[in-house]
């Protein structure tokens, strides 16, 4: 059962993997799908077709529990004030096991 911490709201959500209702915006249980079923508050302004950079998060723990980084995702993030080796792209990771990320601060967004 996955566990997905959001920081810095703390928000924890806990669900069966396969169960989760998908909400229509990113990758089936991604990160994205992930805080829309649990009403945390993450900026996606393409939707979740991985064609903005707005809901990019740093994974504090568990990078090796997402799914790997696609092309697309990749050239993306390239674009993101402030780019780590633990960025991500919510819409597009997929979430197999325990993780903490982190949503960036209005300071550090766009």
Do not use: W
Not at 2 to 12: A, D, E, G, V, Y
Not at 22 to 31: A, M, P, T, V
Not at 78 to 89: A, D, E, K, M, N
């Amino acid at each position: 059962m996955p566990k997905i911490t959001f920081l810095p709201s703390n928000q924890i959500a806990e669900y069966q993997e396969g169960s989760l209702p998908y909400k229509g915006e990113g990758l089936r249980e991604s990160l994205l799908d992930v805080a829309l079923n649990y009403g945390v508050e993450l900026r996606h302004a393409c939707g979740g077709i991985c064609s903005c950079i707005t809901c990019h998060v740093f994974v504090e723990e568990g990078d090796e529990r997402l799914s790997p980084m696609q092309k697309a995702e990749e050239a993306l993030l390239y674009r993101v004030p402030g780019y780590t080796l633990h960025s991500r792209l919510a819409c597009q990771a997929a979430v197999r096991g325990d993780v903490v990320v982190r949503i960036p601060t209005p300071n550090e967004q766009l």
